[in-house]
């Protein structure tokens, strides 16, 4: 396990809240291992965020969850394709309601 894995989310920061309830038990089996859990909000920019987590936070375990509207753009070769995961649309709505 790495020493850190940072989620970065498609969407506003007013949901992290709900990331982070959705996300509780992973943040809770991590942390009992040593490992810190950052989420990040990415607005309207997840791939020019999260090339810039590749770049910045090598070490660490960087995950994008993206929002099934539309397709990726072709991953660039930094760009781990088994680090980039789709969510339905109805989730958005429940980390609102959180």
């Not at 959705?22 to 859990?37: D, P, S, T, Y």
């Not at 997840?46 to 072709?74: M, T």
């Amino acid at each position: 396990m790495p020493s850190e894995i940072r989620i970065y989310f498609e969407g506003d920061k007013s949901l992290k809240a709900g990331f982070d309830a959705f996300l509780r038990e992973i943040r809770e089996r991590a942390g009992a291992a040593q490992c810190k859990v950052s989420i990040v909000a990415t607005g309207g920019t997840p791939e020019r965020d999260f090339s810039i987590a590749l770049r910045k936070h090598p070490a660490a375990w960087n995950v994008l969850l993206r929002d099934s509207e539309g397709p990726l753009q072709p991953d660039r070769p930094a760009s781990p394709a088994g680090s980039i995961f789709w969510m339905v649309e109805m989730m958005e709505s429940w980390f609102h309601a959180r």
